[in-house]
Every structure is written in C-alpha cells, then in structure tokens.
C-alpha cells in the first residue's frame, strides 16, 4: 500500500479556538485549548482508515490534519488535534480500544520537524508571469507544470509557509489546490546517546540477491507492544524490544502500487474528489471504499480552492470498470462535488517524505552526497543522525529509501500523493523510451 495523508480541511468537530484565555477565563481556573500532535502505530487492514477517522467523527473532536503512512501489514496516523488534556486524554483512550492499534502517543512537547506539502495551481498570464517567478524564489518553491495562462507551484515548508505562500498568490486566482497533511519526526539533541546505530532498515525478499554485499543485513522482523513505556517519538516509531510479537516498524520503500494493467486488467487509479468542508465527510468517504473492499493505497486530504470545500486524492488498484462503478457510488454522497478519474490524463504527481538515517562523522559525508543526488535537503542533524526531507514522486521516493538502507534507517515519515492535471497537456510518462531531438 502506499503513503497516505489527509489534512483535515475535514475537521470532525466544532469551531476551532485560538487557546487565548481571557482574564475572565483565567479567574474561573479555565483549561486552555491547546494543539496536540498525536502518532497512532497500527497493524493495516481494510477500512482502517474509515474506522480512525470514525473515532473522531462520531465524538465531534476537531482534528486539525491526519496524516498516514500505509503498508501491507501496518500504518502509522499523525493525528493534529486541539482541546484540552482532558480531550487528549479520551482520544487516546478511544483509540487504544481500535482492534490492532498498537501504540498512541503525544508528542507534542518534543522537538519536531515538521513538514506539508501543496501543490497550487494559478491563473498566470505573460504580464504576471514575472512576479510569480519572484514569490516562487521567495519561498523557495517549485514550478512544476507551465501552460499559456497557468503555472502549477510545488511548496513545502511547515503549516506556518503553506498559509503564507496561499495568501501572497491568491491575488493571482487560485484555480485549483492539492494539499497533503502535517509530518513530523523528533529531533534529535546533540550528545544524546545513539539509539540507532545498531539497527538497519527493513530487508526486502526481491531484492535480496541484488543488495550490494557489504550492506547491513538484520531480521525485519522487531518487536513491538502497546505495553511498551519508551520511545523516541516522532511519526515512525523506533526500533524498541518487548515481549510482545514482531512487527517491521519501518515503512517499507515500495508498497505495491501497480504502475501498468496486469493480466486482471488492474492498475492503480488516481481520483480527485471535491467535498464539502463539514463534520464526518471523510469518514463517510473512506467509508464507501471499506464497505465495497477497495484497497486504498494513498489518500491525501486538504482545503480546495473554494471556502467551504475540501479536495481528497487517492489512489485505488481496480478495473476500469469497477473504479467506473466507485465513482458512481461516490457521486451518491451528499457532501460529494466532483468525482474526477485522472489516471489516463497528463497530471503532476508528488509525495513527501521525511526519513531518519543513522550515522556518524565518517558516514554523514556519503549520505549527504546520495541526498544531493536527489535533491533531498538535510532538515536536522546530530552527532549520530541526519533527518532528510524529499519531495517527488513514487519511484524517487523507493530509489532514495533503498540506497540509503545500508546505512540504516531510523524513522521514516510519507505523505500520501497529491496530483493536478497538467494544463500543458505534456504528459512525461509517454516520452519515456523516446529519443530527445537534437
């Protein structure tokens, strides 16, 4: 399965407090509003997703972004929600009664980098062209489609940048919007003792005849409880040992998303949905996918353009025929816009993804140098850890996580894949295999 978010343009509850006590409020021993960012470790299974995301919508709790990590036989939900302890405290508690959920924690008081991806798409003619360019330098974004009339942006930075960015190029007209939800990984302190250092990432049954021999090898498979009492944070958790049964904590690199038709006729199909913005609209959703079966292998959920709408990417494997069904079954919903099937158009496909290796003084510089080669940049470094944050899509994402496997990986944070179709009509996939002109 692939990496999934959702950014909660969906929120689940009511109004959203800004946490400023009055001092009123303060005279009553009022319990401020706060944000919590909460990592959910879970064993995966169909209508997981649904059944999270239903937690939150039948308790009317205002969750403010939801981002997952997908495999075969895990997930891991970073959960941003505001109230007081007193409601973290029935969200945990709630969660922790979920069939397979494995480990909730509250990490907001660590240090965290923290990370968002949008794609933004602008009306942008030849006499604006030139000061687009400018806020594109500005904040350090990406153009990544141009036609006549529109540019598509890349931007990623922490939720503070995304606002920004929206709010300087809204003048321009904002036409379309793909918005992922908040990652995080822990930070890691200078001197701390190296938890890492003995531990390599995940081995893969198809690859194992072609690592490279002198790679670190060790059993994927590590032990992991919702009994266990320590942890580095963060949204992957840590290699830690317990006397419970053995899961594989790290996010493998490739998790199955089908590039071409096989022999069924299945290949995986990109939908862009536009909904409402109102309580519960993602778990009614998610919850037509898990009642028919379907396999969702990304989901990515954020605020549309237009006030009041949100729009959902996901990636599902199917039939024509039958994802021709689904958008039936979708287009039933109420709070259900647009249904959009962009598998067989030219569009612009991204993912992030941060991702945690172990190393020392001597290894730093060759995991730099692979970063580089990827365009990945260094967010934080200790003195036996360098988080990188990398942007692309599917197979840049699997290239970078499998070179860097022998040196060990520690965490690894993915959003899911958030698409727009490319008013350029270019479409890069069907040059491939053709010679460039001279």
Not at 84 to 101: A, I, P
Not at 104 to 121: A, G
Not at 223 to 239: H, K, L, N
Request: hydrophobic share 40%; glycine share 8%.
């Amino acid at each position: 399965m692939a990496a999934a978010s959702a950014r909660s343009a969906l929120s689940f509850g009511g109004p959203r407090s800004t946490g400023r006590l009055s001092d009123s409020h303060r005279a009553v021993g009022f319990v401020p509003i706060q944000r919590h960012t909460i990592s959910v470790f879970v064993g995966d299974e169909s209508g997981m997703i649904n059944r999270i995301a239903g937690v939150f919508a039948r308790r009317g709790y205002n969750i403010e972004s939801l981002a997952v990590g997908l495999n075969k036989d895990k997930a891991l939900f970073t959960i941003v929600v505001s109230g007081t302890e007193r409601v973290l405290l029935q969200v945990v508690e709630q969660l922790n009664k979920l069939v397979n959920v494995w480990k909730v924690e509250d990490l907001s008081k660590e240090p965290q980098v923290e990370r968002e991806l949008m794609l933004i798409k602008l009306s942008a003619d030849p006499s604006t062209r030139q000061e687009v360019m400018h806020l594109v330098d500005v904040f350090r974004a990406k153009i990544v489609d141009i036609s006549e009339d529109t540019v598509t942006i890349e931007v990623t930075g922490d939720p503070g940048k995304i606002v920004a960015v929206q709010r300087n190029l809204s003048k321009f007209g904002i036409r379309e919007i793909a918005r992922t939800g908040k990652i995080a990984l822990r930070r890691e302190r200078m001197g701390e003792t190296a938890p890492f250092w003995r531990f390599s990432a995940a081995s893969y049954p198809d690859l194992e005849d072609s690592m490279p021999v002198n790679s670190v090898k060790k059993s994927s498979n590590i032990v992991f409880t919702s009994d266990s009492d320590s942890s580095s944070g963060g949204d992957v958790y840590p290699v830690e040992s317990d006397g419970g049964f053995s899961v594989n904590q790290v996010l493998d690199a490739h998790w199955g998303v089908l590039r071409d038709e096989d022999s069924s006729g299945l290949c995986s199909h990109t939908l862009s949905i536009l909904v409402n913005d109102t309580p519960g609209v993602l778990n009614i959703v998610t919850g037509v996918f898990a009642r028919r079966g379907y396999n969702i292998q990304s989901l990515a959920v954020g605020p549309a353009e237009t006030e009041g709408l949100s729009r959902i990417t996901t990636v599902v494997p199917g039939t024509d025929e039958s994802i021709s069904k689904l958008v039936q079954q979708l287009y039933k919903l109420i709070d259900v816009h647009e249904v959009q099937d962009i598998t067989f158009l030219p569009f612009s496909e991204r993912e992030l993804m941060l991702i945690k290796i172990a190393v020392n003084a001597s290894a730093r510089r060759d995991v730099l140098d692979v970063a580089s080669i990827f365009r990945a940049k260094a967010v934080d470094v200790s003195d036996h850890t360098v988080t990188l944050q990398v942007t692309g899509d599917l197979d840049k994402m699997v290239a970078l996580q499998r070179l860097l496997e022998p040196y060990g990986i520690c965490e690894v944070a993915r959003t899911g894949r958030v698409a727009l179709v490319r008013e350029s009509g270019v479409d890069s996939k069907s040059l491939r295999g053709y010679s460039l002109p001279v």
